[in-house]
C-alpha cells in the first residue's frame, strides 16, 4: 500500500489560484493511478481530478475542467492539483487518493487508499 500525505489548503478568494500537493510513499506499482477528491459540508466526496502514474494520462470532473491541473512528478513522487479561477463553491476538504487497478475510477468505492486531506476555503 502507499502512504499519502496532503499539504497547500489554505485561503484564496474568488478568482485566485492555491496548488496542493500529495506526498506518496511505499509501494509504486504501475497501474496505480492518483485521485483527487473533495468534500464540501454536508455533501458527499466527489471526484475532481485523476492522473496514470504511468503516461500522465489525466481526467477531470466537468466542474473544474479548465481550472484545475493535475500533474506528478515521478522523481519527486508527488502528486499536484492546480487550482485556478477558483470559486466559493470549490470550498471543501481535498483528498489525494491512490487506486492500484488502474481503471482510472472517478468513484470514491474504487480507491484503495486516502490522505488525511486538507482544506480549502474561497471567499467571495
Known amino acids: 500500500q502507499v502512504q499519502l500525505v496532503e499539504s497547500g489548503g489554505g485561503l484564496a478568494q474568488a478568482g485566485g489560484s492555491l496548488r496542493l500537493s500529495c506526498a506518496v510513499s511505499?509501494?509504486?506499482?504501475?497501474?496505480?493511478?492518483a485521485g483527487w477528491f473533495r468534500q464540501a459540508p454536508g455533501k458527499e466526496r466527489e471526484f475532481v481530478a485523476a492522473?496514470?502514474?504511468?503516461?500522465?494520462?489525466?481526467y477531470y470532473a466537468d466542474s473544474v475542467k479548465g481550472r484545475f491541473t493535475v500533474s506528478r512528478d515521478i522523481a519527486k513522487n508527488t502528486v499536484y492539483l492546480q487550482m485556478n479561477t477558483l470559486k466559493p463553491e470549490d470550498t471543501a476538504v481535498y483528498y489525494c487518493?491512490?487506486?492500484?487497478?488502474?481503471?482510472?475510477?472517478?468513484?470514491?468505492?474504487?480507491?484503495?487508499?486516502w490522505g488525511q486531506g486538507t482544506q480549502v476555503t474561497v471567499s467571495s
Open positions: 511505499g509501494r509504486i506499482f504501475s497501474t496505480y493511478v
Open positions: 487518493a491512490a487506486e492500484y487497478s488502474g481503471r482510472g475510477s472517478t468513484q470514491v468505492y474504487e480507491y484503495d487508499s
Open positions: 492522473i496514470r502514474w504511468s503516461g500522465g494520462s489525466t
